[in-house]
Each structure stands twice: as C-alpha cells, then as structure tokens.
C-alpha cells in the first residue's frame, strides 16, 4: 500500500527558514515524479515545485523561485523541500505528490504558517 508521511512544518517569522521531508513507502520511488504542493485557505490547491524521476531535473512555481528547493534521495525514498526567506503568502498546507503513467499518490499535508 503506498504511503506519502510528511513533516517538517510548523510556525516561522517571515524571513525565516523550514525544511519539509516526504517519506515514501508502498511503492518504487525511483519511478515516480515526485512534487510538491500547498493549498492555502479559500485558495485551490497549486503546484509549487517538482522533480524527475533521478533528480535531474526540478521545477518551480515563479512565486517560490529562487527561496524554495526540491531535492530527493532515491536510497532513503525520501523528498525534500528546502524553504527560505519565507513569507506570510507562503502560509498554506503542503501536500507531497508521486506520480507515474498509471498512479498518483498524494500525502495527508504538513501545516506551514509563517507569522510573526
């Protein structure tokens, strides 16, 4: 059974920093995109960063770019999402997504709320 847990969330000062991780189990990671995304409240859920399948490749919403970071570890099935310079706009749900041609597989979401 496939299963995205994420963590790292919590409440930051604008300006500050926070680092997201997904843990995969329940399938073959290395297979899969995997990607990012928030929804804040009364906002469709967006797309803020994604990465290939080895890692090669990532991309970012333009409102991120430049402050957030998508990496992954294929020995660990494990994603990041390295987040800087944090905003209050940035204050949302984050959801952990792997998706192939035949599967798409979302994570129960970590809460992100930047307020001073």
């Known amino acids: 059974q496939a299963q995205l847990v994420e963590s790292g969330g919590g409440l930051v000062q604008p300006g500050g920093s926070l680092r997201l991780s997904c843990a995969a189990s329940?399938?073959?990671?290395?297979?899969?995109?995997m990607s990012w995304y928030r929804q804040a409240p009364g906002k469709e859920r967006e797309l803020v960063a994604a990465i290939s399948r080895t890692g090669g490749s990532t991309n970012y919403a333009d409102s991120v770019k430049g402050r957030f970071t998508i990496s992954r570890d294929n020995a660990k099935n494990t994603v990041y999402l390295q987040m800087n310079s944090l905003k209050p706009e940035d204050t949302a749900v984050y959801y952990c997504?792997?998706?192939?041609?035949?599967?798409?597989?979302w994570g129960q979401g970590t809460q992100v709320t930047v307020s001073s």
């Open positions: 997504n792997a998706r192939d041609s035949s599967a798409n597989y």
């Open positions: 329940g399938f073959t990671f290395s297979r899969y995109t």
